[in-house]
């Protein structure tokens, strides 16, 4: 069965460092999502791509977060400068289309000291 | 904005009772989603509903677009549906996700 890859599982960085995250979603999905979980609370929408055009990035913090999707498969976030704040997990879900069953990766956990 | 609500935020119940997990959203919506979070684990989609009813197993979920609620059901819990019920409404090419609901089921 096709499944979403995101890799590294962790990451454990030191503050101030560049750290970046990699999602291949399942094939032939043309939305990928971005989400990060702080410990006891649901998911929070970082960004949202429908193909490579970004669809919703407006709880992304653009200061030291980037996300690109360039050809319209996988894709890739950024964050640099890591702030203390950071540490959560990263997940990253597909979909063949926005309102279709959602698909998430197994995740990213972050760690910043 | 979608506010999505989600009660209650913890539950813990007995072995073989049946589970009631509810979810309330304030904006008129295309979609529902039930999702599952086992502690440590990644995200499982459960149920996506824009009407009625659906069933899966031991698991239904139900919607009513009028009073814009959902509810998520399990008849005869395990200890193994112990985990976070997540409720997601989307509207307008936006998912907006509840806090959930911690479950907890006692053998």
């Known amino acids: 069965e096709a499944e979403v890859a995101q890799s590294p599982r962790y990451k454990i960085t030191e503050k101030s460092q560049a750290v970046a995250f990699w999602c291949d979603p399942i094939s032939g999905h043309a939305t990928l999502y971005w989400y990060r979980q702080i410990l006891g609370q649901g998911p929070e929408l970082l960004v949202q791509f429908q193909d490579e055009s970004v669809v919703d990035d407006s709880q992304l913090p653009k200061d030291r977060f980037s996300a690109e999707r360039l050809k319209g498969v996988d894709s890739t976030l950024k964050i640099q400068p890591a702030e203390l704040g950071d540490s959560a997990m990263y997940l990253c879900?597909?979909?063949?289309?926005?309102?279709?069953?959602?698909?998430f990766g197994p995740g990213t956990r972050l760690t910043v000291l | 904005k979608n506010e999505v609500e989600q009660s209650p935020q913890n539950l813990t119940a007995q072995e073989g009772e049946f589970i009631t997990i509810n979810c309330s959203y304030s904006?008129?919506?295309?979609?529902l989603h039930w999702l599952q979070q086992h502690p440590g684990g990644g995200i499982v989609s459960l149920f996506m509903l824009s009407s009625g009813k659906k069933k899966h197993g031991r698991l239904i979920a139900t919607i009513n677009i009028q009073e814009k609620h959902s509810s998520l059901h399990i008849t005869a819990s395990h200890p193994r549906d112990s985990a976070v019920y997540i409720c997601?409404?989307?509207?307008?090419?936006?998912?907006?996700f509840g806090k959930g609901t911690l479950l907890t089921v006692n053998p």
């Open positions: 879900a597909s979909s063949l289309n926005w309102a279709d069953t959602q698909y």
């Open positions: 904006v008129g919506i295309s979609a």
């Open positions: 997601a409404v989307g509207s307008n090419y936006k998912l907006t």
